[in-house]
């Protein structure tokens, strides 16, 4: 978020963003219509404690809530370490815990823009033939999955997938107004979506319906076809920026045949004709 406007403009565009009126703004956070409005228009400047109490009530993320501080005149209040900092130790302990404690099963850690910080040792197997310049850090997940070089030519429902996560980057983008965010659905909505290869063609498998609470990813290998369901899971009240934006996302078989599999991958057993 750019700091040079001014800390009103930057609350009045995240209200509306949030779709909340001025009254609406007001009556949530207990303060009068009046004053939320001469803070809006530069007539007030709000106090430090006014900034992150409408920040709040509006679930501005941690790094917009420091950039609004900094635009108000204070210093941010929200720490920001690289997670291989040492006063982040115990969280990586948690994280690697989690990623390992999940196996055989594959299960990674992102950050804001999807970018690949973790990962547990069931992942690497379902990567082969995936092109060595996207596996080049930084990794980022979303290209991996739907670049035509990446995983998209083995998933076999690819256009659910597909619409399953440009889905969520825009729920995302719309919660963050990240615009590194917006530039990546861009790129991914610009993929062209693979013809298969003669020597691993996936043919397309009808759309499965979980009632709307989850899309599979079913994934070819030399072994089988893999069906996985995910779930995401982030830090509960973080108070520090790298830890707030981070996100563990955990697969899981959506059937026998695709535990047993998992299972035989994690070992080097081949899977028994």
């Known amino acids: 978020m750019s700091v040079s406007r001014p800390v009103g403009d930057l609350l009045r565009e995240w209200r509306l963003r949030r779709r909340l009126s001025q009254l609406d703004l007001a009556g949530e956070a207990d303060v009068s219509a009046r004053h939320l409005s001469f803070i809006e228009t530069g007539r007030s400047r709000p106090s430090r404690e006014m900034v992150l109490h409408l920040a709040e009530r509006m679930e501005i993320p941690l790094r917009e809530r420091n950039g609004l501080l900094v635009a108000a005149g204070y210093a941010p209040v929200y720490p920001e370490r690289p997670l291989a ?26 950050d804001r823009h999807w970018t690949l910080l973790a990962s547990n040792r069931a ?6 033939g995936v092109s060595p310049a996207l596996l080049r850090p930084p990794v980022n997940v979303l290209r991996l999955s739907l670049h035509p070089e990446g995983l998209a030519p083995r ?30 659905l861009r790129e991914l909505r610009d993929y062209p979506l693979p013809a298969a290869r003669a020597e691993n063609a996936v043919a397309a498998v009808p759309e499965t319906d979980y009632g709307g609470v989850a899309v599979p990813l079913r994934l070819a290998t030399d072994g089988g076809t893999l069906s996985l369901l995910s779930t995401t899971t982030v830090f509960g009240t973080p108070v520090e920026v790298t830890l707030s934006e981070m996100a563990l996302e955990s697969f899981f078989p959506a059937d026998a045949d695709t535990a047993d599999l998992l299972r035989r991958l994690a070992t080097g057993v081949p899977r028994t004709q």
């Open 85 to 110: 900092d040492p006063a982040l130790a115990a969280a990586r302990r948690a994280v690697d815990l989690v990623l390992s404690a999940h196996e055989p099963f594959p299960a990674l850690a992102v």
């Open 123 to 128: 992942i690497a197997p379902l990567l082969a």
């Open 155 to 184: 998933i076999a429902n690819l256009r659910q997938w597909r619409r399953h996560l440009l889905t969520r980057l825009r729920q995302q983008i719309e919660v963050t107004a990240d615009p590194v965010l917006d530039r990546l």
